[in-house]
Antibody, heavy 119, light 107 residues
Framework: QVQLQESGPGLVKPSETLSLTCTVS????????WSWIRQPPGKGLEWIGY???????NYNPSLKSRVTLSVDTSKKQFSLKVTSLTAADTAVYHC?????????????WGQGTLVTVSS | DIQMTQSPSSLSASVGGRVTITCRAS??????LNWYQHKPGKAPKLLIY???SLQSGVPSKFSGSGSGTDFTLTISSLQPEDFATYYC?????????FGQGTKLEIK
């Protein structure tokens, strides 16, 4: 059974950079798209972007200027960096898998990690 | 971006009952519509993909239909474990977008 586990700080200061890592277990990292999706408290789900196992990326234009995704296939991990944080970036961040087939859904999700942006 | 609008935003129903949630896309998304169930503190779970295909392991009490811009999720024989928040999501084009969610509560 594929499992995804997010890790990273729960509290970051405004204007700083958030770094989160997702570790994949129970399955291969190759051949899939790996996304980050966030949910601010009381709000809906927002797709941040995905990275293919080969390293190609696709970002949500709303966040593109502040987001970088990377992947380390040897460790079966992929990572998210978000710069210039504000309170609006406070959210539960989920790492998510989808198959590399056009239109495929998000079939495995991490439980999510709450990130609070506050001084 | 493709806007996804779900209705209702909340819904009360009885155990054993049946509910229908609707999702409308701001433009045609063919059949690229997926449904997820989310319980607090848990990972969201894929229920239905490509409008009407049941994800492996999901009971047949969940069903989906629609095409183009209008879609529905129907849940029959409601059990206590079905009370959760449900989201639709379009996978037609990036940026992928979600509906705002429908919270299903016990009456």
């Amino acid at each position: 059974q594929v499992q995804l586990q997010e890790s990273g700080p729960g509290l970051v200061k405004p204007s700083e950079t958030l770094s989160l890592t997702c570790t994949v277990s129970g399955g291969s990292i190759s051949g899939y798209y790996w996304s980050w999706i966030r949910q601010p408290p009381g709000k809906g789900l927002e797709w941040i972007g995905y990275i293919y196992y080969s390293g190609s990326t696709n970002y949500n234009p709303s966040l593109k200027s502040r987001v970088t995704l990377s992947v380390d296939t040897s460790k079966k991990q992929f990572s998210l960096k978000v710069t210039s944080l504000t309170a609006a970036d406070t959210a539960v961040y989920h790492c998510v898998r989808s198959r590399a087939v056009a239109g495929d859904p998000f079939d495995y999700w991490g439980q999510g990690t709450l990130v609070t942006v506050s001084s | 971006d493709i806007q996804m609008t779900q209705s209702p935003s909340s819904l009360s129903a009885s155990v054993g009952g049946r509910v229908t949630i609707t999702c409308r896309a701001s433009q045609s998304i063919s059949s690229y519509l997926n449904w997820y169930q989310h319980k607090p503190g848990k990972a969201p779970k894929l229920l239905i993909y490509a409008t009407s295909s049941l994800q492996s392991g999901v009971p047949s009490k969940f069903s989906g239909s629609g095409s183009g811009t209008d879609f529905t999720l129907t849940i029959s024989s409601l059990q206590p474990e079905d009370f959760a928040t449900y989201y639709c999501q379009q996978s037609y084009s990036t940026p992928y977008t979600f509906g705002q969610g429908t919270k299903l509560e016990i009456k």
